[in-house]
């Protein structure tokens, strides 16, 4: 069955986004880029930026999925604020569209392609490249990041009881949606504290 994924690595300023094709036993990128914001001073601007960019790739390339990665903690409260209205004008996007929509942690991205959550972004890019067909020489991080979410989503479809590590927020497709603590403590083992 063919299958197009169309992940999101969403960014304040900076929002990477690549479109997964899975066709006769082959993958392959057919986008892999960013939008950037940084030219666009006012914040309400890039929210309707991302939100009207987000809808334009839908439009082109109908993905069946979008995956997005989500923030889980971050030291400077200002920028996690940007960064989830960044988040949300692009969910707000997806689900206008009616797409179905999953989130993923950065932890449970890196697990699907490099087999443990604590891989550096370079074997993260790495096993990207031997794994999928990709039309640019090199990527950019959030491109890359962004390709390594639609492959994540791809690996949970594979799996017999799919969603293990996203919320879906789609319509219809049934998925199982954990508990957003467990889900913490299964994606950052090294952040717990133990008595």
């Known amino acids: 069955m063919n299958t197009r994924i169309l992940g999101i690595d969403p960014g304040s300023r900076i ?18 880029d ?12 890039r929210l309707r930026l991302l939100y009207a960019e987000t809808a334009a790739l839908i439009s082109a390339y109908r993905p069946d999925y979008c995956a997005i ?4 903690y971050g030291k400077d409260p200002s920028a ?3 960064l989830g209205r960044a988040q949300a004008a692009i969910i707000m996007s997806v689900l206008h ?7 993923y942690y950065p932890k449970a991205v890196k697990k699907a392609i490099a087999g443990t959550g604590n891989a550096r972004k370079e074997q993260v890019a790495y096993m990207l490249q031997k794994l999928v067909r990709i039309p640019q020489s090199t990527l950019t991080n959030d491109a890359t990041d962004a390709l390594a979410v639609a492959w994540c989503h791809y690996q949970k479809l594979q799996e017999p009881v799919s969603g293990q590590g996203a919320a879906n927020h789609g319509t219809g497709s049934g998925r199982r949606r954990k508990n957003s603590w467990s889900d913490f403590v299964d994606n950052n083992p090294d952040r717990i504290r133990q008595r």
């Open 15 to 32: 929002t990477g986004y690549a479109v997964l094709e899975h066709k006769d036993r082959h993958f392959e990128a057919l986008c892999c």
């Open 80 to 82: 996690m604020l940007k």
């Open 97 to 103: 569209k009616e797409i179905p929509l999953f989130e």
């Open 69 to 72: 990665e989500t923030p889980v």
């Open 34 to 45: 960013v939008v950037r914001l940084t030219g666009t001073e006012d914040p309400f601007d």
